[in-house]
T-cell receptor
Framework: GPKVLQIPSHQIIDMGQMVTLNCDPVSNHLYFYWYKQILGQQMEFLVNFYNGKVMEKSKLFKDQFSVERPDGSYFTLKIQPTALEDSAVYFC??????????????FGPGTRLTVL | AQKVTQTQTSISVVEKTTVTMDCVYETRDSSYFLFWYKQTASGEIVFLIRQDSYKKENATVGHYSLNFQKPKSSIGLIITATQIEDSAVYFCAMRNYNQGKLIFGQGTKLSIKP
């Protein structure tokens, strides 16, 4: 099936530093999402993005977080500065246009972020 | 507020039997979608099956089927003829029609024994 890629698979960073997580979505998808999963828990929605804009965001999407997809390249999640509680696996997802029945979200393999 | 609850933390069954996993949800919207995903040991998240709230028929895909009981806000996942490779964590999720965000349940860890 369609594949979402995420780079890197694991990132270790010191608290306070900036980190950028990269997502290569399915080629014809136009909606992009980030989810956060703390070890042993469920995925929690962070943000979704369409046509250069944040469409929805949750309370987890703090002011230190930002997303962009410049010129059809990677869809990125930037955290600046990082905090210890940002340690988690971050999953990117993408879907076809439209929010109706056929907009299945396809997930990437995740980036494990460790903040020391 | 939207919420998805999976009360079964873990289930263990013998291979080739049928297993049912429970999920209840809360939403104020009249149109919504319900999903089941599985997360493998490697962390990969795989979409399994979807139920549209306005459809009365239970969705079926391969050896996965749903038990949709709308008055009870319940969407159970049934796996028939289980295989060892079905061992994974299964997540129930929902999203309202006009929203993109998926709300996930806590997950049920399924172990299939030979």
């Amino acid at each position: 099936g369609p594949k979402v890629l995420q780079i890197p698979s694991h990132q270790i960073i010191d608290m306070g530093q900036m980190v950028t997580l990269n997502c290569d979505p399915v080629s014809n998808h136009l909606y992009f999402y980030w989810y956060k999963q703390i070890l042993g828990q469920q995925m929690e929605f962070l943000v979704n993005f369409y046509n250069g804009k944040v469409m929805e965001k949750s309370k987890l999407f703090k002011d230190q977080f930002s997303v962009e997809r410049p010129d059809g390249s990677y869809f990125t999640l930037k955290i600046q500065p990082t905090a210890l509680e940002d340690s988690a696996v971050y999953f990117c997802a993408s879907s076809l246009p439209g929010l109706g029945a056929y907009a299945e979200q396809f997930f990437g393999p995740g980036t494990r972020l460790t903040v020391l | 507020a939207q919420k998805v609850t999976q009360t079964q933390t873990s289930i263990s069954v013998v291979e080739k039997t049928t297993v049912t996993m429970d999920c209840v949800y809360e939403t104020r919207d009249s149109s919504y979608f319900l999903f089941w995903y599985k997360q493998t040991a490697s962390g990969e998240i795989v979409f399994l099956i979807r139920q549209d709230s306005y459809k009365k028929e239970n969705a079926t895909v391969g050896h996965y089927s749903l038990n949709f009981q709308k008055p009870k806000s319940s969407i159970g996942l049934i796996i028939t003829a289980t295989q060892i490779e079905d061992s994974a964590v299964y997540f129930c999720a929902m999203r309202n029609y006009n929203q993109g965000k998926l709300i996930f349940g806590q997950g049920t860890k399924l172990s299939i024994k030979p």
